[in-house]
């Protein structure tokens, strides 16, 4: 477990193998052409959206801080193992008991342990912090082995009610109903951490394919070829939405995506021949002209902004699969041009909205995990087509993300809440306007660390120093800087 003690930012990146300063080389790697960056920047400041790096407090210092108050104000232990003490905190750690997620922990949506447990891993390895890892680790062991998989049918239970100490299924706290396909972004999530962790691979496999046989077993799509939005622990079909009543959205949620992702995954890893029903699946998604319906348990909107990152990354690692540039190309035409309708050109009501994402009609706060997933469909993009305006919408968001840290600890806010549609109550020190005082550690909190990693990793230029690294950003900017072991 990280010491927490270290509550400090500085203490936080030396823990973390990073420096505050120092020496560069000349020299980096390749980068775009410098007229073509600056042509990018103009024509990105030109449309309003565009959010320019801060060098006091670059992005990579945002996912640090993020991580910070995940590993010293939110975690605990259960039966030996590392796990979140609640899926719903203030500032300061303090659970929100109130809430529906406060009394959570677990993989489930809102708790994200194996997601956040991925995230951990990434950035210990990109700043080789074995103590992150180890804790990660241990996550994801809490995951494997304290009830949350049913090894004889093969079903993942999302979360634990931590006061009754009693798994249930889904954030109210019953069994009544989950949702099948939120449920196969956890098994991909074992298998993207499968890959890194090569003494848990056998169990993270097990437990995936698991889950993907029962689907196979117990969900019948619905007519139009598509997936239920929520069904039984039999896989019967559920259509009432998560607060009762019926779900007019059962049949059109995005959250079947996933199931679509984890066959893509599956197909990929050469555990299961799912070319025929991975190819029905994308072919009821595009005979419907799309399904965006809310990916979120607690929301309801024919259009909701993550809906449309999911798909075109889904898309977009189905055409890697199947081999099927035609894929791809509908994900780049067809599903992420409608993000622009979600954009923020200005600030609003005096809140720093400029360059992030609102949510959706009927519910326009803008939160921070689903912002943190258009990033890294942006920025997906970037890397198939090296269109610039891709590159500078992805850093573009997490730049606007990082305005919202508030505290000491790092807090990351769950979601900018600029049209007062969450309350007053809610928000930091009770602005009428602002952002709210609440995270999800492992999710709204920390998952701009995914898009800043990948960025880091995959596109970021460097410079090298005499005993550090420096990773630089399309505009010339230092974004993080690295110690050299």
């Not at 394919?209 to 069904?231: E, H, I, M, N």
């Not at 599903?335 to 005096?350: A, Q, S, V, Y």
């Not at 709204?444 to 630089?472: C, M, S, W």
Request: contains cysteine; hydrophobic residues 40%.
């Amino acid at each position: 477990m990280i010491n927490p003690t270290q509550t400090t930012r500085r203490d936080f990146l030396i823990g973390s193998a990073s420096l505050a300063a120092m020496s560069l080389a000349a020299g980096c790697a390749s980068r775009p052409a410098p007229s073509d960056a600056r042509l990018a920047v103009e024509a990105a400041k030109l449309s309003g959206f565009y959010v320019p790096e801060n060098p006091k407090y670059p992005i990579f210092d945002s996912s640090a801080d993020s991580l910070r108050f995940t590993l010293t104000r939110c975690m605990t232990s259960y039966r030996g193992h590392a796990c979140s003490t609640s899926s719903f905190v203030d500032p300061d750690g303090r659970i929100m008991e109130w809430h529906d997620f406060g009394p959570l922990e677990g993989p489930g949506w809102a708790s994200n342990a194996v997601g956040g447990a991925y995230e951990m891993i990434k950035f210990a390895r990109f700043t080789n912090n074995p103590q992150m890892e180890r804790t990660a680790v241990s996550v994801l062991d809490h995951v494997l082995e304290n009830g949350f998989i049913d090894r004889s049918s093969g079903l993942i239970r999302g979360y634990r009610h931590v006061p009754r100490n009693e798994i249930v299924l889904n954030f109210k706290h019953n069994d009544e109903w989950f949702c099948p396909g939120s449920t196969a972004k956890i098994a991909v999530q074992m298998l993207l951490c499968a890959d890194l962790v090569p003494q848990r691979r056998e169990a993270l496999q097990s437990a995936a394919r698991g889950y993907a046989t029962w689907l196979d077993k117990q969900v019948k799509p619905l007519p139009s070829g598509w997936f239920p939005r929520r069904c039984t622990v039999t896989g019967a079909h559920y259509t009432k939405a998560a607060e009762g009543g019926n779900d007019k959205f059962f049949s059109t949620s995005a959250d079947g995506l996933f199931i679509l992702q984890l066959w893509a995954e599956m197909l990929d890893r050469g555990f299961a021949d799912y070319r025929q029903k991975l190819r029905q699946g994308l072919r009821a998604f595009m005979d419907a002209g799309g399904l965006y319906a809310s990916i979120n348990h607690d929301t309801y909107d024919a259009h909701e902004n993550v809906a449309y990152s999911v798909a075109f990354r889904v898309f977009r690692r189905a055409g890697q699969v199947l081999d099927d540039p035609a894929l791809n190309q509908y994900a780049l035409t067809q599903i992420l041009p409608n993000l622009d309708r979600f954009k923020m050109h200005e600030d609003r009501n005096g809140v720093a909205t400029r360059g992030l994402l609102w949510m959706e009609d009927s519910w326009d706060t803008s939160y921070l995990w689903e912002n943190a997933e258009a990033s890294l469909a942006y920025l997906e993009a970037y890397s198939d087509t090296r269109n610039l305006k891709y590159l500078s919408d992805g850093l573009t968001i997490l730049r606007a993300a990082a305005k919202h840290h508030y505290g000491p600890y790092g807090f990351l806010s769950e979601g900018v809440d600029w049209n007062n549609h969450v309350g007053q109550q809610h928000h930091i020190d009770g602005a009428k306007y602002g952002a709210i005082k609440y995270t999800e550690p492992f999710l709204n909190n920390q998952h701009i660390v995914e898009p800043t990693v990948y960025f880091l990793e995959n596109h970021a230029q460097t410079k090298q120093g005499r005993d550090a690294k420096a990773y630089l950003d399309h505009e010339g900017n230092v974004v993080a800087r690295v110690k050299v072991s």
